[in-house]
């Protein structure tokens, strides 16, 4: 049987997984601490699914991460 919904879901990270992210490709050495990320989620920086957090705290979209990352280099 054929899915008739067809949705679009973006995908979703949580505060630690940003932070390891950043951490791990090194995008910004030291890594911002939880508190400066929270609040880039606060002021619009980082793009999230609900404000203010859930039960599962700040979910930032995937993709508003990586156009920070870029952003970072001007592009």
């Not at 030291?30 to 999230?48: A, I, K, V």
């Not at 609900?50 to 990352?69: A, T």
């Amino acid at each position: 049987m054929k899915q008739t919904t067809e949705t679009n879901i973006r995908p979703k990270l949580r505060l630690s997984e940003v932070q390891r992210l950043i951490e791990r490709n090194r995008i910004i050495v030291p890594t911002p601490t939880r508190r400066t990320l929270s609040n880039m989620c606060e002021d619009g920086r980082l793009e999230t699914a609900v404000n203010p957090p859930g039960k599962l705290g700040w979910l930032v979209y995937e993709d508003s991460f990586w156009r920070w990352v870029k952003s970072l280099d001007g592009e």
